[in-house]
């Protein structure tokens, strides 16, 4: 049986908080009695894929490094009606996954965008900058371009489902994935919902 969700993870040199991370979503999850694989998307030269393989994970390794690389590499694998996208440092709190599907699951969106500006960013989580000005501003430009309300354009813990997935159009291999994918979904009409989540310091 295919499994309900498909949680994706780009790594690289994740060894010390990748499984932290699997055991996140696995407790998340296994608390709903939700059926899920993890696909990581490795590209490391440390020991994160012998880790995430140890916690039941399955392992592919991209052609191309970058994040958007990884995603695209990733995404032909996935089984599940629903792709939950996160990160491996364990900044976000995958122990959430059935918070952030559950306007899916209402069949009030097809994607759900975790919004650490709604809700709340540690200390030492994100770089001054990044947090007042960068994040706000790029956010703000692609508002204003595209006609969309985000308000965290570079959130990566996203959810959507897999036919909504099916009709986006994704190229970039660099960070620069995350806005596309937003592009894409406005341009198509997806309906989303963000979700406030908490963003945590980055394990040293």
């Known amino acids: ?41 490795d590209s490391s030269s440390d020991r994160t894929p012998d880790i995430a393989r140890s916690h039941g994970a399955r392992v592919i390794h991209p052609e191309k490094l970058g994040y958007g690389n990884a995603y695209i590499a990733a995404f032909p694998h996935a089984r ?13 709190d995958f122990t959430k996954i059935p918070e ?23 200390a030492g989580s994100m770089p001054w900058l990044h947090q007042y000005i ?27 489902r897999i036919d909504a997935l099916n009709r986006l159009r994704l190229h970039t291999g660099g960070m620069e994935f995350a806005s596309e994918m937003l592009i ?3 341009r198509k009409g997806i309906i989303f919902e963000e979700i406030p989540i908490t963003y945590y310091p980055r394990s040293a």
Request: glycine share 10%.
């Open 134 to 160: 960068g994040n706000p501003l790029l956010t703000r430009l692609l508002n204003f371009t595209f006609h969309t309300s985000f308000s965290d354009t570079h959130s990566g813990f996203r959810a959507i």
């Open 100 to 122: 952030l599907i559950e306007p899916i699951m209402n069949g009030k969106a097809e994607m759900v965008i975790g919004s650490r500006l709604k809700g709340a960013i540690l």
């Open 1 to 41: 049986m295919d499994p309900f969700l498909s949680i994706i993870i780009p790594a690289l040199n994740e060894e010390k908080t990748i499984g932290i991370c699997l055991e996140k979503i696995k407790n998340g999850c296994n608390r709903e009695h939700i059926t899920f694989e993890i696909i990581i998307a």
């Open 184 to 186: 894409e979904i406005a």
């Open 80 to 92: 599940g009606e629903i792709i939950v996208m996160g990160d491996g440092d364990n900044t976000y």
